[in-house]
């Protein structure tokens, strides 16, 4: 069984959480999670409500108002949480969200194009023309079986559930991230939506690039199967296998890794 | 002939007396009796009340006290109209019938007024004064809902736009009334005139603006009368200079089952007061009030809005969303009476405000009276900051703080502008919503 720390150790790792501790309204979250992922690897971070799945993906995304307390996170070398979120994002770091959020009156298709030119920018590259974005756009809509009339219509509203997550990874892959965190991605799908978005990150799976997928159910799994799965439960990465355990855990639950846990704590203090 | 009117202090107004007996005998109809009355009766009406303090209920976080101290100056007769370029007022596409007032007064070289249908008047108030003044006699005595100021407006009123629709008639293009103020201590009181007999429909754009920075009064006044199964759409614009006060009284009078839909934007004007109130004389009346104020500096704006159901199977809905900025202060009254004859009135009324900095400020006070008990009333009222998720889903899609903050306000601002419903009018809001943002260069192609 592959574990964390036999991972491939050519190159520099993507991502390299150490020891993270991450309150959020004075309310310990995070207690000394530990993660490293390299390049080309997904991940599966999975874990009973509550145990901190989320609150993971919105800090290595930068959300403010959780606060680090201790530990450090390196990405491609660099300390990630000395940057704002723009930054990440133009760094590479995308954060697929768990409920991507409505936007009246501001069209979709401008805060694609708004959020391409910044990262275009940023690694000093000409911007994009309104020409040129729709046809990069509408390949990767293909991609997508998403209706162009999204493009249009203001940033979320009214979008369907599974829309919503559609145009989520759209967005990835028309940013290129380097690592992309996808929260809950698989949340409110019915079963076609789920096997189209499943086929756009699939899509978007390469040597280069990591990602990190945060999930309650194994369900995601069957279409994006991970290299790793992490067990999180009370703010720390409790256990860790390959594809086989999100196969485990969906049909014992979460109940027995806790007790193991308990038993395993109760051995290290003898 | 000049006339300074000095506005009064609160506690002798007597200098407005002095001034309307100077220049009552050259208001346009002075010769006419019910209006000399009219005009007689309003002026003491407001030397006995004077202009309102705070410590009057509706005026309690509006101070109009510095209004009362700069001498202002009726607009003249024999002045030569000052040249004006009004291109950058109008909107491109509308092909709406532009009446334009300078200084208070009509412009016919400015207004571009095409064909208008059998059934269709459309002229200036002072031109209606001279040749059949009995046309504006029942819109001129009307006075519920009005507070001190239209009694002022009453007094000194010189002109404005008239606009009759007779039954049946549809008005295919919108009418913008244009009213531009060029000089300073100039005090307008424009008196508009709308009136839908049965089944007419018609929209009208009022528009307020400054041409240059001058320091100026409006005070205007809008009469509607909507007559049964009658439409009125009412947009008024209120982009006065910065320096200039502007009040503004919109009464509506609605027949049976007529409809009035008002959209109230709100940006220019160092201080600015809007009264927005329809009655409900009969029974299955519609009323949508939309409102937008968005200021900054140390502007100040306030809006209150009346609906009266008087009558049963009524229904209203009232949206007033405001962004405030920097130390400017908002304030918002929304007012639904509900009469013990209104069953099965279906009433809504809600303010939502934005405030931007941490020393705007906003008072808001959405009031229900409820006489009837077969009713559906609620109302709301919220004062908040930007979401932060919000904030957060943008700056996670690589755009910078000060253009994701920008994108907010104007999403939570267009709300009310795509309720506006003249695509043209619609595309010029939208554009000068996005210039009044921070990062505008980059928020162009937003929509």
Redesign the interface.
């Given at each position: 069984m592959p574990s964390n720390d036999k991972q491939r150790t050519s190159g520099e790792p993507m991502l390299v959480v150490r020891d993270l501790a991450v309150k959020v309204d004075d309310k310990q979250i995070l207690r000394g999670l530990d993660l490293t992922v390299n390049p080309g690897e997904v991940h599966a971070i999975m874990g009973p409500n509550g145990s901190g799945k989320s609150t993971l993906a919105?800090v290595l995304?930068?959300?403010?108002?959780f606060t680090v307390t201790g530990g450090e996170v390196r990405y491609q070398g660099h300390d990630l949480l000395a940057l704002?979120?723009?930054e990440?994002?133009?760094e590479g770091v995308?954060?697929a969200?768990q409920y991507?959020?409505e936007?009246?009156?501001?069209?979709n298709v401008?805060?694609l194009?708004?959020?391409v030119n910044?990262?275009r920018r940023?690694r000093g590259e000409q911007e994009l023309d309104?020409m040129e974005f729709l046809s990069l756009i509408r390949e990767k809509m293909k991609l997508l079986d998403m209706n162009d009339q999204l493009l249009f219509r203001?940033v979320n509203e009214g979008f369907s559930g599974g829309e919503k997550k559609r145009n989520e990874i759209l967005?990835m892959a028309l940013?290129e991230p380097a690592l992309a965190i996808l929260d809950e991605t698989d949340s409110g799908l019915d079963i076609d939506a789920l096997q189209v978005v499943s086929k756009g990150i699939n899509a978007l799976r390469s040597p280069e690039r990591a990602m990190v997928l945060v999930t309650h159910y194994q369900r995601l799994l069957d279409y994006v199967v991970p290299d790793f799965v992490h067990v999180l439960a009370h703010g720390r990465i409790v256990k860790s296998g390959g594809k086989e355990l999100a196969l485990e855990l969906e049909a014992r639950g979460y109940g027995w890794i806790e007790q193991e846990t308990a038993r395993e704590t109760a051995q290290a203090a003898k | 002939m000049m006339a300074a009117v000095a506005l009064a202090s609160q506690t002798a107004p007597d200098p407005v007396a002095a001034d309307f007996t100077r220049i009552a005998s050259a208001l346009p109809g002075a010769n006419v009796a019910w209006l000399a009355k009219l005009r007689r009766q309003a002026l003491e009406r407001f030397v006995e009340r004077g202009l309102p303090t705070t410590r009057e209920e509706a005026w309690k976080y509006t101070n109009i006290s510095a209004l009362a101290k700069r001498p202002y100056t009726l607009g003249t007769k024999s002045d030569v109209t000052p040249v004006v370029d009004v291109a950058p007022f109008t909107f491109a596409d509308l092909g709406a019938h532009l009446v334009v007032f300078v200084d208070g007064r009509f412009s016919p070289a400015l207004s571009r007024i095409g064909a208008l249908q059998a059934g269709c008047t459309l002229a200036s108030v002072a031109d209606v004064l001279a040749r059949e003044p009995e046309r504006l006699e029942a819109a001129f005595a009307t006075r519920t809902g009005h507070t001190i100021f239209s009694d002022l407006n009453a007094a000194f009123a010189r002109d404005g736009l008239y606009l009759h629709l007779a039954a049946g008639v549809t008005l295919g293009e919108p009418v913008h009334a244009l009213f531009v103020t060029t000089r300073d201590d100039v005090v307008a009181h424009p008196r508009n005139v709308i009136v839908a007999e049965a089944g007419a429909r018609a929209f009208v754009i009022e528009h307020h603006v400054s041409a240059g920075a001058a320091s100026y009064f409006t005070n205007a006044v809008t009469q509607i009368d909507i007559g049964t199964k009658a439409s009125i759409g009412h947009c008024k614009l209120q982009q006065e200079g910065a320096r200039a006060f502007h009040i503004a009284g919109v009464h509506i009078a609605q027949r049976r089952s007529s409809r009035f839909e008002s959209q109230s934007i709100a940006l220019g004007a160092a201080l600015s007061r809007a009264d927005i109130a329809t009655a409900f004389d009969d029974e299955g009346c519609e009323a949508s009030l939309a409102g937008l104020y968005l200021v900054g500096g140390r502007q100040h704006v306030d809006h209150h809005t009346l609906v009266d159901h008087a009558k049963p199977n009524g229904t209203s809905r009232a949206l007033y969303k405001g962004v405030l900025d920097d130390g400017a202060r908002g304030v918002f009254n929304g007012k639904i009476i509900v009469r013990p004859d209104a069953q099965k009135t279906d009433a809504h009324l809600a303010n939502h405000n934005l405030l931007l900095s941490k020393s705007a400020e906003i008072d808001t006070k959405p009031e229900l009276t409820i006489d009837a008990d077969d009713v559906k009333c609620s109302h709301g009222a919220t004062v908040g900051q930007l979401d932060e998720t919000a904030l957060f889903y943008l700056r996670s899609r690589a755009i910078d703080p000060a253009t994701a903050r920008a994108l907010l306000t104007y999403a939570f601002a267009h709300d009310v502008v795509e309720r506006v419903p003249l695509a043209p009018l619609r595309t010029a809001l939208e554009r000068t919503l996005l210039a009044r943002l921070p990062q505008a260069e980059r928020l162009r192609d937003i929509a």
């Open positions: 919105q995304a930068g959300r403010e108002a704002a979120p723009e990440r994002a133009r995308f954060l969200f991507p959020v936007i009246p009156g501001v069209s401008y805060l194009k708004a959020a910044a990262v940023h309104a203001s967005q940013l | -």
